[in-house]
């Protein structure tokens, strides 16, 4: 039989060695696997006892692909009644493209064609197509004029091993996560006493290495395979093997004195899963779970030496760049304080992350995660002088005023930053105010603002440009992250660490995380919950406070109408200013579900609320017969969300939605129209039908004095 043992690109030769350590012969090594000749007997064993392939093809044509008339013979050719029954199912995988044959999907309807009238002509019956489960997997792969024919033994890719019910966010495949530790030398390159995964997620890597190190198949939980109802099946060939992987599975789990694996996560939902994970394979008396951040890490018994190996997040799939950059810092302080003489195995696909470690890799190893372009960068970390040791043991949650000594341009920022906060002291104190601007760009280098809310931080970045050295950039941040530690006297918990960049459509307002934290805020009479980590902005748009507080002045006695709502902040301040009814549009159940907690969060009157989810495009333009005496819009500058009939642009749309605002509004009645777009221009000339007062200066509040331009707002009215 020939065979050809699929695997991930980079693992070739990894899987080259894996084959002849399980006895298999016949080998070579290839683009993407390996060629094996064996009996029934080696296809069996490779696709129970691989842990790196993907898929385990039985060859059967090199067919002729010079066009599709002698492709779909020389499938026809083959005599099919030797594979699959007449009435059996069959599914079939189709790659590659050439001058004939140029879409996959037709390539596979061919190739069905083909078999299907083979076994017709031949029966009077018909194999059927099933997507899921088929009796047949059949693997065509084509190369310029010639398509490699296989069926497809392992089913399922061989990766799915059958144990992972749960996952967490971008998990690494199991087979990779197998690649990545060969690389690092386990489990018997290097006499290591432990293995410790610091941010280990879903366990993936202990899991995979528990397999490894008890000598567990790990098809061993897989329930079907792509051979079970394929017609050259010998089942007591099969048994015999896999029975005599479940005894080596029994004296593995009986054996003792293993090194000890601990997984470290800051999510203790996600250690839940690999703790299940675990025992799903009943490999859960090998491998430990704890819940412990990075910052707060000490490694178990560090005399003993051991790997450390991990899967930090990376690219743009679980976070943004700055916060990432800071946890691979951390990792790389981490690592000299406290993994001396460790084998350290670090995978990224973005060496500009690794290099913030400030750890020089000795070995660098080129995979692919998925369709990343990936590094394992390997390290043995040695002592360094001027870096102290066992840091776990001091006090990490607090960044006192005396640890670290700052640059010179850090010590300029801290002079502003507490200049800005005496400046800001009395009148915040005065109007009963939480959540303020303490910091926006005043010094160019460190293009940052700094925003206060309560007892919390966050920081937002502004996305330096592309011509900025990102490790320098890195630097000025952690500069900044140091900073506003000392000033407040807080720990890295209170401090969030965001990116400002251009939106695209409804970017902002889309959940980043799933943290769920909350937070209560005052501002002057009336309370919000924020939320500082799950989405881009917080609940509640600080710029438009002076807003608010004029809503509020004016709403008693009058019908209050708020489009594009958001979080309804507006909202509470019209009802807490006396307003008989208000109205809130938007377009997303979540803010309106936030907003309906505004409210109770101040005990208002539920009754006199009402919250619209609508595109307020399409609610101004239906016919309605209510009026209102106070109606505020702040439109989005853009917006494509997928809810909405047509993408919005104020600058292009703001006459239209002026218009249809002020048809709603009773003579008399007052609409402040407002938005963020730096470069706005009002058409005054088409709205030259009603009386409008810029009053953008009038509403900055003493925070955003230095940054005039951070929104636009309008009085507008009926002309007399």
């Given at each position: 039989m020939k065979l050809f043992v699929?695997?991930?690109k980079g693992v070739e030769s990894l899987l080259l060695a894996e084959l002849k350590s399980i006895g298999i012969e016949g080998l070579k090594e290839t683009q993407a696997g390996v060629q094996v000749e064996g009996d029934l007997a080696t296809a069996y064993t490779i696709c129970l006892w691989s842990r790196l392939a993907n898929r385990v093809l039985l060859l059967l044509k090199e067919a002729d692909a010079t066009s599709t008339e002698a492709l779909y013979n020389d499938?026809?050719?083959?005599?099919?009644?030797?594979?699959?029954?007449?009435?059996g199912t069959l599914a079939v995988d189709f790659n590659g493209r050439n001058e004939s044959i140029n879409n996959t999907h037709f390539g596979a309807l061919k190739v069905k064609d083909a078999i299907v009238d083979s076994v017709r002509e031949e029966t009077g019956s018909r194999p059927s197509v099933a997507k899921q489960y088929p009796d047949l997997r059949i693997n065509v792969h084509l190369r310029r004029t010639t398509a490699q024919v296989a069926i497809d033994l392992s089913g399922e890719s061989l990766h799915r091993r059958g144990y992972r019910l749960q996952t967490g966010a971008a998990p690494l495949k199991e087979n990779l996560a197998v690649a990545l530790l060969m690389r690092a030398g386990w489990p018997n390159q290097g006499d290591f006493k432990q293995l410790v995964d610091p941010m280990c997620g879903s366990g993936t890597l202990i899991t995979e290495a528990a397999l490894m190190m008890a000598d567990i198949a790990p098809g061993l939980l897989r329930r079907r395979w792509g051979f079970d109802r394929w017609c050259q099946h010998q089942p007591s060939i099969w048994q015999e093997i896999y029975q005599d992987a479940k005894q080596r599975r029994e004296a593995g789990l009986n054996r003792e004195g293993y090194p000890r694996l601990t997984g470290f996560?800051?999510?203790?939902?996600?250690?839940?899963?690999?703790?299940?994970?675990a025992q799903a394979l009943g490999v859960e008396s090998l491998v430990h779970f704890e819940r412990c951040d990075l910052?707060?890490?000490?490694?178990?018994?560090?005399?003993?030496?051991?790997?450390l190996i991990t899967n930090p997040p990376y690219g743009e799939r679980l976070g943004d760049r700055s916060s990432l950059r800071f946890l691979y810092s951390q990792l790389g302080d981490f690592l000299k304080a406290q993994a001396h003489h460790w084998r350290?195995?670090?995978?990224?696909?973005?060496?500009?992350?690794?290099?913030?470690?400030?750890?020089?890799?000795?070995?660098?190893?080129?995979?692919?995660?998925?369709?990343?372009?990936?590094?394992?960068?390997?390290?043995?970390?040695?002592?360094?002088?001027?870096?102290?040791q066992n840091s776990a043991d001091s006090d990490s949650d607090v960044v006192h005023q005396d640890s670290a000594p700052l640059s010179e341009g850090a010590l300029m920022l801290e002079n502003r930053l507490k200049k800005n906060l005496k400046q800001l002291s009395k009148w915040v104190k005065r109007e009963s105010i939480e959540a303020y601007r303490v910091y926006d760009a005043d010094l160019p280098e460190y293009a940052v603002a700094i925003d206060r809310y309560a007892d919390q931080i966050v920081v937002q970045e502004y996305a330096p440009p592309a011509k900025v050295d990102p490790v320098k950039a890195f630097k000025r941040l952690q500069d900044v992250m140091a900073v506003v530690g000392r000033v407040f006297a807080l720990g890295t918990d209170s401090i969030v660490l965001k990116q400002r960049k251009r939106q695209q459509g409804s970017d902002q307002y889309q959940r980043q995380t799933e943290q769920g934290e909350t937070l209560t805020v005052q501002e002057h009479v009336c309370l919000f919950e924020v939320n500082l980590r799950d989405y881009l902005d917080t609940g509640l748009f600080l710029d438009?406070?002076?807003?608010?507080?004029?809503?509020?002045?004016?709403?008693?006695?009058?019908?209050?109408?708020?489009?594009?709502?958001?979080?309804?902040?507006?909202?509470?301040?019209?009802?807490?200013?006396?307003?008989?009814?208000?109205?809130?549009?938007?377009?997303?159940?979540?803010?309106?579900?936030?907003a309906r907690r505004n409210f109770e969060l101040n005990k208002l009157d539920a009754?006199?609320?009402?919250?619209?989810?609508?595109?307020?495009i399409q609610w101004l333009d239906r016919p309605r017969s209510e009026t209102f005496d106070l109606i505020f819009m702040?439109?989005?500058?853009?917006?494509?969300?997928?809810?909405?009939?047509?993408i919005l642009d104020v600058q292009r749309d703001h006459v239209m939605l002026i218009k249809g605002a002020m048809a709603l509004l009773e003579p008399g009645g007052l609409l402040i129209f407002s938005n963020n777009y730096r470069r706005f221009k009002l058409d005054y000339e088409q709205l030259d039908a009603f009386e409008i007062v810029d009053t953008s200066h009038r509403t900055i509040d003493p925070d955003f004095k230095r940054n005039s331009k951070i929104h636009y707002s309008f009085e507008i009215r009926h002309k007399a």
């Amino acid at each position: 039989m020939k065979l050809f043992v699929t695997c991930p690109k980079g693992v070739e030769s990894l899987l080259l060695a894996e084959l002849k350590s399980i006895g298999i012969e016949g080998l070579k090594e290839t683009q993407a696997g390996v060629q094996v000749e064996g009996d029934l007997a080696t296809a069996y064993t490779i696709c129970l006892w691989s842990r790196l392939a993907n898929r385990v093809l039985l060859l059967l044509k090199e067919a002729d692909a010079t066009s599709t008339e002698a492709l779909y013979n020389d499938i026809k050719s083959i005599n099919w009644l030797e594979h699959i029954r007449a009435e059996g199912t069959l599914a079939v995988d189709f790659n590659g493209r050439n001058e004939s044959i140029n879409n996959t999907h037709f390539g596979a309807l061919k190739v069905k064609d083909a078999i299907v009238d083979s076994v017709r002509e031949e029966t009077g019956s018909r194999p059927s197509v099933a997507k899921q489960y088929p009796d047949l997997r059949i693997n065509v792969h084509l190369r310029r004029t010639t398509a490699q024919v296989a069926i497809d033994l392992s089913g399922e890719s061989l990766h799915r091993r059958g144990y992972r019910l749960q996952t967490g966010a971008a998990p690494l495949k199991e087979n990779l996560a197998v690649a990545l530790l060969m690389r690092a030398g386990w489990p018997n390159q290097g006499d290591f006493k432990q293995l410790v995964d610091p941010m280990c997620g879903s366990g993936t890597l202990i899991t995979e290495a528990a397999l490894m190190m008890a000598d567990i198949a790990p098809g061993l939980l897989r329930r079907r395979w792509g051979f079970d109802r394929w017609c050259q099946h010998q089942p007591s060939i099969w048994q015999e093997i896999y029975q005599d992987a479940k005894q080596r599975r029994e004296a593995g789990l009986n054996r003792e004195g293993y090194p000890r694996l601990t997984g470290f996560d800051a999510d203790s939902n996600v250690l839940q899963r690999a703790n299940n994970n675990a025992q799903a394979l009943g490999v859960e008396s090998l491998v430990h779970f704890e819940r412990c951040d990075l910052a707060s890490l000490s490694l178990p018994s560090p005399e003993d030496k051991g790997l450390l190996i991990t899967n930090p997040p990376y690219g743009e799939r679980l976070g943004d760049r700055s916060s990432l950059r800071f946890l691979y810092s951390q990792l790389g302080d981490f690592l000299k304080a406290q993994a001396h003489h460790w084998r350290v195995g670090v995978f990224t696909s973005n060496p500009e992350l690794g290099k913030v470690m400030g750890l020089r890799a000795d070995k660098l190893y080129k995979l692919f995660n998925g369709a990343l372009p990936s590094q394992l960068l390997l390290f043995t970390v040695y002592p360094q002088e001027g870096v102290p040791q066992n840091s776990a043991d001091s006090d990490s949650d607090v960044v006192h005023q005396d640890s670290a000594p700052l640059s010179e341009g850090a010590l300029m920022l801290e002079n502003r930053l507490k200049k800005n906060l005496k400046q800001l002291s009395k009148w915040v104190k005065r109007e009963s105010i939480e959540a303020y601007r303490v910091y926006d760009a005043d010094l160019p280098e460190y293009a940052v603002a700094i925003d206060r809310y309560a007892d919390q931080i966050v920081v937002q970045e502004y996305a330096p440009p592309a011509k900025v050295d990102p490790v320098k950039a890195f630097k000025r941040l952690q500069d900044v992250m140091a900073v506003v530690g000392r000033v407040f006297a807080l720990g890295t918990d209170s401090i969030v660490l965001k990116q400002r960049k251009r939106q695209q459509g409804s970017d902002q307002y889309q959940r980043q995380t799933e943290q769920g934290e909350t937070l209560t805020v005052q501002e002057h009479v009336c309370l919000f919950e924020v939320n500082l980590r799950d989405y881009l902005d917080t609940g509640l748009f600080l710029d438009h406070r002076p807003v608010r507080q004029q809503i509020q002045s004016l709403a008693k006695g009058k019908r209050f109408l708020n489009l594009f709502c958001y979080t309804a902040t507006a909202s509470v301040h019209a009802a807490a200013g006396g307003a008989i009814s208000t109205t809130s549009v938007d377009m997303s159940a979540t803010y309106l579900d936030w907003a309906r907690r505004n409210f109770e969060l101040n005990k208002l009157d539920a009754k006199r609320a009402d919250f619209v989810q609508a595109d307020c495009i399409q609610w101004l333009d239906r016919p309605r017969s209510e009026t209102f005496d106070l109606i505020f819009m702040d439109p989005p500058t853009f917006s494509n969300s997928k809810r909405m009939s047509d993408i919005l642009d104020v600058q292009r749309d703001h006459v239209m939605l002026i218009k249809g605002a002020m048809a709603l509004l009773e003579p008399g009645g007052l609409l402040i129209f407002s938005n963020n777009y730096r470069r706005f221009k009002l058409d005054y000339e088409q709205l030259d039908a009603f009386e409008i007062v810029d009053t953008s200066h009038r509403t900055i509040d003493p925070d955003f004095k230095r940054n005039s331009k951070i929104h636009y707002s309008f009085e507008i009215r009926h002309k007399a």
